[in-house]
């Protein structure tokens, strides 16, 4: 893998040039200065909700000062619930979904509607998806159309409500006795509930097998930021049996990674945070179209109302919760600050808004 040897060629380079670090330390002490100039100058970028520390933070640098590419940072105030929040957020069995009836929700027929788009739409004129998905999604599905011609494929299932998912878990559980389903998750454990998620079919029934044309769809949803997300050889780690239906939004870098790596969304996030902390090396990679990013994890300070989290200056970026522990930061080493996100963040709570109780973890 690409990136796995970019990451093993960075620690190799790292070994040889600790000692050049160590003899440069006081050119770094100089460097201080520069850099604390330059986090003085930065204000946030991204996201307009969160607020540049007014405190100065003492935000440690990463050790590969010899890396020309080597960011400044400086950081913003998070409210730390809002690591249950964001397009990362990992909801499964032992992950429950906090936040259901908050979500910025747009109506895929309406939207399809007002663009003309008449070669596929959801079963019903309520379907509801994530507003920062939608576009990916048309996107996906019209490029499909444009090669293949094929206008079968219907949005089957979305958004769903925690009471629409918990009907779905009890009719399950009425014809199977199986309170363990791995067809339905429980409700408050669906990625449905997140509005995150769509299921592609034929018919109003789970008939889309990913084969013929369709394996098109699978191996190319990730250029548009979805992920086919229970694969057979996971079933251990996702607790639900293989859907190549079932396609969850991750935005285009995370999809990226995640496809070509052969990992689930539950890998993924546990690497970040156990490999790519902000203290230490952070995860490199580019796109398919060649766009490079840095991602890493900064922890929620959970005994706080907000998490100092730090970010590039100068850059995009954007914040997600992980819905575990922490936050996940996305550099887009390309972009600055001052354009225009490919797809907006979702709007969050401000941050004044009374804190809630932080919900208890749940057991699997
Ligand atoms: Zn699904």
């Not at 299921?199 to 889309?208: G, I, N, P, Q």
């Amino acid at each position: 893998m690409p990136n796995q040897k970019i990451s093993k060629e960075k620690s190799i380079k790292r070994t040889k040039t600790f000692v050049e670090v160590a003899i440069c330390a006081v050119l770094l002490a100089a460097g201080g200065f520069l850099i604390k100039g330059a986090m003085d100058r930065s204000k946030p970028v991204g996201r307009s909700d969160y607020e540049a520390s007014e405190v100065e933070v003492d935000i440690p640098v990463p050790e590969d000062t010899t890396d020309p590419n080597m960011l400044l940072y400086t950081s913003v105030n998070v409210p730390t619930k809002d690591k249950f929040y964001g397009d990362l957020i990992l909801v499964n069995n032992d992950h429950q979904y906090y936040h259901s009836g908050e979500e910025d929700l747009v109506s895929i027929n309406e939207l399809n509607d007002e663009q003309g788009i008449s070669f596929f739409s959801a079963v019903d004129y309520d379907y509801t998806i994530l507003r920062q998905a939608y576009q990916p999604m048309v996107d996906l599905i019209t490029d499909y159309y444009n090669k293949y011609f094929d206008d079968t494929i219907i949005i089957y299932g979305s958004y769903r409500t925690t009471e629409f998912q918990k009907s779905l878990y009890d009719d399950d559980l009425a014809q199977t006795g199986n309170e363990e389903s791995t067809r339905v998750a429980k409700a408050g454990f669906s990625e449905h509930e997140t509005g995150l998620a769509i299921d592609l079919s034929e018919t109003v029934d789970y008939d889309y097998t990913g084969e013929g044309d369709q394996a098109w769809i699978n191996q190319n949803c990730y250029k548009y930021g979805f992920i086919e997300r229970y694969q057979e050889d996971k079933t251990e780690l996702t607790y639900i049996q293989p859907e190549p239906w079932h396609f969850r939004y991750v935005g285009i870098p995370h999809a990226a990674y995640i496809t070509r790596s052969g990992i689930c969304l539950e890998e993924y996030i546990d690497l970040l945070r156990t490999t790519y902390p902000y203290e230490g090396d952070h995860l490199s990679f580019a796109d398919d179209d060649g766009n490079n990013y840095e991602v890493y994890f900064v922890a929620s300070d959970d005994g706080a109302d907000t998490t100092s989290v730090p970010v590039p200056s100068g850059l995009k970026y954007d914040i997600s919760g992980n819905n575990v522990d922490g936050f996940i930061v996305t550099v887009y080493k390309d972009v600055p600050e001052t354009a225009e996100p490919t797809y907006p963040a979702q709007e969050t709570t401000e941050a004044e808004e009374t804190t809630e109780a932080e919900p208890d973890e749940v057991a699997g």
